[in-house]
C-alpha cells in the first residue's frame, strides 16, 4: 500500500478502483497488507470501499477488502482497548462498580 499517497480528502472512485487493480488485488497475503497501513490511510480505504460498493457496478473484489480493512480496523480498536473480560463473561453489573456517595 505503500504505492499510494493517501491525504486526509475523501478518497475518489478512480483511486479505490487503483488500488484494486493495482496492490490490493496483487497482495499474497491480505492481513499482511493491510496490517504495515496506516491507521488514517486504513480509515480513509475503509470510507473510500465503502461509497465504492455504494455505486452502481463496484469492481471485482471490492466486497472482500472492505471485510478485510474493516476487520484489521476493528482488530486495532480491540488492541488499543486492552485486555478486557474473558468471552463469553457476562458485562459488569454497574451495580457492583459503583462508589457510594459522600
Known amino acids: 500500500m505503500?504505492?499510494?499517497?493517501m491525504t486526509d480528502a475523501a478518497m475518489?472512485?478512480?483511486?479505490v478502483l487503483r488500488l484494486l487493480d493495482g496492490c490490493l488485488n496483487a497482495a499474497v497475503d491480505?492481513?499482511?497488507t493491510l496490517a504495515a497501513v496506516p491507521d488514517a490511510e486504513l480509515a480513509r480505504l475503509a470510507?473510500?470501499?465503502?461509497?465504492?460498493l455504494d455505486t452502481p457496478s463496484p469492481a471485482f473484489?471490492?466486497?472482500?477488502?472492505?471485510?478485510?480493512?474493516?476487520?484489521?480496523?476493528?482488530?486495532?480498536r480491540l488492541a488499543e482497548a486492552g485486555p478486557s473480560r474473558p468471552a463469553g463473561a457476562a458485562p459488569e453489573d454497574p451495580v457492583d462498580s459503583e462508589v457510594p456517595a459522600g
Open 61 to 76: 473484489g471490492a466486497p472482500f477488502w472492505y471485510v478485510q480493512v474493516t476487520a484489521e480496523l476493528r482488530l486495532r
Open 2 to 5: 505503500t504505492d499510494v499517497a
Open 47 to 52: 470510507d473510500g470501499l465503502y461509497r465504492h
Open 30 to 32: 491480505p492481513a499482511a
Open 12 to 15: 475518489t472512485d478512480e483511486e
